[in-house]
Structure formats: structure tokens, C-alpha cells
């Protein structure tokens, strides 16, 4: 069993940055795709990013690429999002997740993912 705990969510204007943090505990992240999902209320979960723990490829939705960064730790066991020139649009409830996974892509889908953070919020203000 994974736990996972998001931290740095806030409020920021346009152009701004915030880094996200998502602390694992239970177990090492180690076998594992972790990624971050946004949700705004009436929209569907969407995917942010993702990469698997071990290293490699990342991955980025279109909307948030050349803009965020998706890193992780491995002494600290925790994943990051760094969100650089933040836009209204970007306003949000992010979600870190993860599950066990040995495979060449990363699971891009939220429904792919069994272990989820509470969420933290972003606001963006123009």
C-alpha cells in the first residue's frame, strides 16, 4: 500500500511559478509510474504528466508542455511538479498518483492509476 501526500499548491498570477511536491510512504516508489492529473469541477480528470520512477522518458500533456517539469527523488521518495509561466487555464486541483509498473510507457490514463494524493489546489489569476 502506497500513501501519498501533495504539498505547494496556492495562488499565483499569470507568469508565475509554484513546484509541487507528492511525499510517498508505505513503500518505495521504486517499481513504480508516478504522474500528476488536474481537475477543474465539471471537466473530466485530466493528465498533467508522468514518468516512471526509475528514470526515463517523461511525459506531458500538449496544454502544459515546455512550461511544466516532472522530477522525483529518490532519497526523499517524493515526485515533484515544476510549473513554470503559469495561465488562468491552468487553475486546478492537481493529483499525484502512482501504481506498479514495469512497462516500456508510462500509463497516461487516470483510471490506469491506484494510488492517489488528496489533491492541492492551484489558482492562477490573470
Known amino acids: 500500500q502506497v500513501q501519498l501526500v501533495e504539498s505547494g499548491g496556492g495562488s499565483v498570477q499569470a507568469g508565475g511559478s509554484l513546484r509541487l511536491s507528492c511525499g510517498a510512504s508505505?513503500?518505495?516508489?521504486?517499481?513504480?509510474?508516478v504522474g500528476w492529473f488536474r481537475h477543474v469541477p465539471g471537466k473530466e480528470r485530466e493528465f498533467v504528466a508522468a514518468m516512471h520512477w526509475s528514470g526515463g522518458s517523461t511525459y506531458y500533456a500538449d496544454s502544459v508542455k515546455g512550461r511544466f517539469t516532472i522530477s522525483r527523488d529518490n532519497a526523499k521518495n517524493t515526485v515533484y511538479l515544476q510549473m513554470n509561466s503559469l495561465k488562468p487555464e491552468d487553475t486546478a486541483v492537481y493529483y499525484c498518483a502512482a501504481k506498479t509498473f514495469w512497462g516500456q510507457v508510462v500509463p497516461q490514463n487516470s483510471y490506469e492509476y491506484n494510488y492517489w494524493g488528496q489533491g492541492t489546489q492551484v489558482t492562477v489569476s490573470s
Open positions: 508505505g513503500r518505495t516508489l521504486i517499481s513504480s509510474a
